[in-house]
């Protein structure tokens, strides 16, 4: 079993910054994919960026540029840069992990955290 426990949300005006961290238990961590989605009211869950085994990175479209994923296995930390934000951005983002999966689908990941409040104001 994994758990996972972000932190790092919080209240942040426009065009400031943000890093969140998930710390991830499993003595397997290095092995696995790692993603942070994110729901904002009345949404969808929607994907914002994946880190693979081999530190490839994924990113939405609309993040590209501004988010960075990051991971550091000796810490079994995943983080998520959030440089840039907009109001839009205002969401809970939750980090996710596979055993096997590092895309976009959130169905394919099998642990999930309890999410973190990012608010973004204008």
């Known amino acids: 079993q994994v758990q996972l426990v972000e932190s790092g949300g919080g209240l942040v005006q426009a065009g400031g910054s943000l890093r969140l961290s998930c710390a991830a238990s499993g003595r397997t961590f290095s092995s696995y994919g790692l993603g942070w989605f994110r729901q904002a009211p009345g949404k969808e869950r929607e994907f914002v960026a994946t880190?693979?085994?081999?530190?490839?990175?994924y990113y939405a479209d609309s993040m590209k540029g501004r988010f960075t994923i990051s991971r550091d296995n000796a810490k079994n930390t995943v983080y998520l840069q959030m440089n840039s934000l907009k109001p839009e951005d205002t969401a809970v983002y939750y980090c996710?992990?596979?055993?096997?999966?590092?895309?976009?689908?959130?169905?394919?990941?099998?642990?999930w955290g309890q999410g973190t409040q990012v608010t973004v104001s204008s």
């Open positions: 880190i693979d085994w081999r530190t490839g990175t």
């Open positions: 996710a992990a596979s055993t096997y999966y590092s895309g976009t689908d959130d169905r394919k990941f099998d642990y």
